[in-house]
């Protein structure tokens, strides 16, 4: 009995999922350039407050009247409108972008929360139990990686009716695709951890699988899920922005980065404002940038040869 205890403890001993990512100098960097924009979305009213603008309010004084390009260097930027205005209305650009990612931040969230949670109890239950639970899920989740999501989830947006909520779409829609990839992960490290030792000395003593589930697995599964969480959140951002893009996102005067990109693609053709897309532009790439650099930490992380190599 006091061998397993040891091997329990020496288990324990193992720096955690979170902690080994934490030394990856990449990732570090990459969850940085997640962190700031999806920070700037969160408070969203705070910096339009502190600028003293809206995302709504026209400002024609600031435009060319010939053509409604925006006055003044780099788009129209001053102290009063940090990344200058939207060409044509003259809406003040620095509010649009941050309520953009705010809108896209929503959606992106519950859409995660619902993934995740779905590919934990998933995946947990496949870890554990196995066999047939652990071959039928495996064989739904191969079924759902060759299924074309992206061609799915544009026809779905086009053609459900405009009287149902687009938020509550996306986030369905997100959500229904977005939970394969986790659970894949979460199964196989709930499939390493119930063949360790301290989990087959807590089946020895007879305790039910509920009660091994919630005391020896899910503490050891937490940081892992967190992780996920925190990549498929910033993921999700870049879909929604890439849908309103392809138009079949966000409608209606409802700040996004699609939108933005979108609209800003006659007047990078015409040189008339190409700062105009460089400041959303900029935005993306730093979400879509820093995701890519911290699901490359966070795989080294989980892959156990990889990590005794480093």
Known sequence: ??????????????????????????????????????VAGLCAPLLTA??????????TELLDPNGGRPLGPLGGVSAEHWLGVVPVTGVDLFAQIVFGIRSSLFIAFGASIIAIVFAAILGTAMGYFGGFLNAAAGRVIDFMFGFPGLMFVIAIMVIVPPEF??????????AFFGWIV?????????????????????RATGAPPWQIIRREMLPHLFSLVVVLFA?????NVSTVAGLSFLGVGLRGDVPDLGKLLADSLPWIYS???????????????????????????????LDVRTEDAA
Not at 182 to 202: K, L
Not at 271 to 300: E, K, N, Q, S
């Open 1 to 38: 009995m006091s061998s397993l205890v040891d091997t329990k403890r020496a288990e324990g001993r193992r720096p955690s999922v979170f902690r080994r990512f934490t030394r990856k100098r990449s990732g570090v960097i990459g969850l940085i350039m997640l962190a700031v924009p999806l």
């Open 50 to 59: 502190l600028e003293g603008q809206d995302p709504y309010t026209f400002h």
């Open 165 to 174: 909520p687009r938020e509550l779409l996306l986030v369905l829609v997100l």
């Open 182 to 202: 986790p659970a894949r992960i979460i199964g196989a490290q709930a499939g390493a951890i119930n063949a360790r030792a301290f989990v087959e000395a807590a």
């Open 231 to 235: 990549m498929a959140l910033p993921a």
């Open 271 to 301: 040189g008339a404002d190409v700062w105009y897309m460089f400041f959303p532009g900029a935005v993306v790439f730093c979400i879509v940038f820093g995701a890519t650099l911290a699901g490359d930490a966070l795989r080294d992380v």
